[in-house]
């Protein structure tokens, strides 16, 4: 593979180039590099700069231009996320939507279901969030209880779902959901699209130790969606689950992973004015961080062209999953080192908020990131089983 820009690649980059010195200025420009994808840092801002991405397509890049796109190869994504990483543009909000909704709903959605809701996203009117987890259904996802049953023309879902990153924002929610009673496990669920504005759903903030509370318990009791509303066929909605949690592991978490590359040279920095950057333990430590950056760059551009091949991406995704959550976990502990004390002190602050500095954020937020999408040692397995072919765990 040649990584040198074509000269069609080239023209691309500029053209991303002239649109970001056009319009991150400003607000924008002033809260560039904060949050996250499940941080809600400077919320009101960012969605006005979502939209703007939305208006000019760059939300929504990949997709084919018959549904609002660009049809952008593989290769102009990675341009776009370089770029966008590189001048510490604000985090994107629409990660449930764009990075894993939409991906999915192109290779399993009908046509009507793809018109309806593509441009919502584009537009940023709707924003989604992810209804898997449950209490007694996390790594076992086939364990969930959450029941469907359709009464006329509609799905009447009862049950309740946990860990729902950013509910409370969401105008909609993809939700693994029982539709067959007399089964369990893979078997008779489905991938249910639920409207989350309506008196049969309720949405409960979970407060963290950050002092953020982006996340959720949603209770279910009647909630009603159309008997449309369903992606893939009915009862078959554990090989669409997998493809969602593909495109979670793999693609959607290319541009954050090329953020990885500023905190590092934050990190860097830090260690420059502490000075704890002339011991040669921390340089070596540093040196690894900056290795394993180019080993996510190059597996997240293989990962690309194997979604491009195929539609979809396979377990092969847990790979880079594994690889960059553990990455991230141990650039926030150098962090750590590299602040020494300072790094139990936080900035003033309010009383009853935390104002964490830039590198504290690494370090707190990146502990979920070994959870999130499937834990490490989920991970270990499929990769064991799936993909190395070893023998299966025993059950
Ligand atoms: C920040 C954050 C955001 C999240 N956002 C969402 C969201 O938006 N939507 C959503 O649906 N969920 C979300 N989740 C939930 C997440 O998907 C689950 O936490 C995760 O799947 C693990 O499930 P669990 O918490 O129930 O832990 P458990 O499944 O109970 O696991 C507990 C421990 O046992 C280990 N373990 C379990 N099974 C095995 C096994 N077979 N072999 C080896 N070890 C095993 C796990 O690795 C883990 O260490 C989020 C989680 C976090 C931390």
Avoid at 160 to 180: I, N, P, S
Avoid at 250 to 274: C, D, N, P
Wanted: charge should be negative.
């Amino acid at each position: 593979m040649d990584f040198r820009d074509s000269p069609a690649e080239a023209a691309f980059r500029d053209e991303i180039r002239t649109w970001l010195d056009e319009h991150l200025t400003g607000e924008f420009a002033a809260v560039g590099g904060q949050g996250g994808p499940a941080d809600e840092t400077s919320w009101d801002i960012r969605v006005e700069w979502e939209k703007l991405l939305g208006k000019d397509r760059w939300l929504g890049l990949a997709w084919p231009t018959e549904y609002g796109g660009r049809g952008a190869s593989f290769a102009e994504q990675v341009i776009f996320n370089e770029e966008y990483a590189t001048r510490s543009a604000p985090a994107r909000i629409s990660f449930f939507g764009e990075g894993l909704f939409a991906p999915t709903l192109l290779a399993y959605g009908t046509e009507d279901q793809k018109r309806r809701f593509l441009p919502k996203i584009q537009s940023v009117e709707e924003l989604w969030c992810q209804g898997y987890s449950e209490p007694d259904a996390g790594s076992d996802l086939a364990n969930v209880q959450t029941r469907g049953v359709l009464d006329g023309g509609q799905w009447v879902i009862d049950g309740q779902k946990v860990w729902t990153t950013l509910a409370h924002r969401a105008q909609w929610c993809f939700c693994v959901t029982r539709t067959d009673p007399a089964t369990s496990g893979h078997a008779g669920l489905s991938y249910l699209l639920i409207p989350m504005d309506q008196p049969g759903v309720e949405v409960r903030p979970l407060r963290q130790m950050t002092g953020t509370a982006e996340f959720n318990e949603v209770f279910f009791s009647d909630a009603r969606t159309d008997a449309s509303n369903v992606l893939g066929d009915v009862n078959e909605g554990w090989r669409v689950a997998m493809a969602t949690l593909g495109f979670e592991r793999g693609t959607a978490f290319l541009s954050q992973q090329l953020g990885f590359q500023s905190e590092l040279a934050a990190v860097i920095e830090a260690a420059r004015a502490s000075r704890t950057l002339d011991d040669p333990l921390v340089r070596q430590e540093l040196a690894d961080s900056y290795i394993g950056v180019q080993i996510m760059r190059f597996n997240g551009m293989r990962m690309l062209t194997s979604r491009v091949t195929r539609g979809v991406l396979g377990p092969e995704s847990s790979i880079g999953k594994l690889y960059w959550s553990t990455w991230h976990r141990t650039l926030g502990e150098r962090a750590m080192r590299v602040l020494g004390p300072a790094a139990m002190l936080v900035e003033d602050h309010p009383p009853d908020e935390y104002v964490l500095t830039e590198l504290e954020r690494i370090f707190m937020f990146s502990r979920s990131e070994t959870i999130y999408a499937g834990s490490s040692e989920i991970q270990r397995n499929i990769i064991g089983e799936r993909v190395l072919g070893l023998p299966r765990e025993p059950r």
